[in-house]
């Protein structure tokens, strides 16, 4: 059974920084796609940044300038750097992961910053 377990998520200033990261079991790690996705109140799920296994990356246009997605193959673990939060990036943080028609999802982390 797949599991991908998020850690690193939790209470910042505006203009601070966190880590998030995703460690990913089962097998074949480098062959996925590898993504985060973000939920707020009240809001639908949306894409954050998702990194291929060829490492192309894409970021919602929010984002963009501000956070990293990066993964680790040999630790099957896929990061997502935030730096220059603000109040409006406060959500559940989800990973996905992705191959064809297999798709897999975290439980999430929870990032709130503070105004």
């Known amino acids: 059974q797949v599991q991908l377990v998020e850690s690193g998520g939790g209470l910042v200033q505006a203009g601070g920084s966190l880590k998030l990261s995703c460690a990913a079991s089962g097998r074949m790690f480098s062959f996925y796609g590898m993504g985060w996705y973000r939920q707020a109140p009240g809001k639908q799920r949306e894409l954050v940044a998702d990194i291929s296994s060829g490492l192309s990356t894409n970021y919602a246009d929010s984002v963009k300038g501000r956070f990293t997605i990066s993964r680790d193959n040999a630790k099957n673990t896929v990061y997502l750097q935030m730096n220059s939060l603000k109040p409006e990036d406060t959500a559940v943080y989800y990973c996905?992961?992705?191959?064809?028609?297999?798709?897999?999802w975290g439980q999430g982390t929870q990032v709130t910053v503070s105004a």
């Open positions: 996905n992961k992705h191959w064809g028609s297999n798709m897999y």
